[in-house]
């Protein structure tokens, strides 16, 4: 299982961001997709993710903001508008699955993206 992510990068105040990321499985079921963040001495916290039915779930601080679509089955992108400094983190893909040869429930990892955002 891989995680590809990508788009990170250093904006203003204000600008957005888009944030993909694919997952390389085959006969699995992605049961959620999403972002996690995480800054210096802090915990990883949950930015978005959808799950398999679609169903979506946001950080109440990015509520209004940011915003998680699916592009294909395997495929989402996370729109980051209106960025803030407080956004500034690295940010992590992440997914669960079900079927063969994968842990269910179990959250797998993309390599961390920088996004900084200057005030």
């Known amino acids: 299982v891989q995680l590809q992510a990508s788009g990170g990068g250093s904006v203003q105040a204000g600008e957005s961001l888009r944030l993909p990321c694919e997952a390389s499985?085959?006969?699995?079921?992605?049961?959620?997709m999403g972002w996690y963040r995480q800054t210096p001495g802090k915990e990883r916290e949950l930015v978005a993710e959808v799950t398999s039915a679609g169903s979506t779930n946001y950080a109440d601080s990015v509520k209004g903001r940011f915003t998680i679509s699916k592009d294909t089955a395997k495929r989402v992108h996370l729109q980051m508008n209106s960025l803030e400094p407080k956004d500034t983190a690295v940010y992590y893909c992440h997914a669960t699955f079900s079927g063969w040869g994968v842990r269910p429930g179990v959250l797998y990892w993309g390599e961390g993206t920088l996004v900084t955002v200057s005030s």
């Open positions: 499985v085959r006969d699995v079921i992605i049961e959620r």
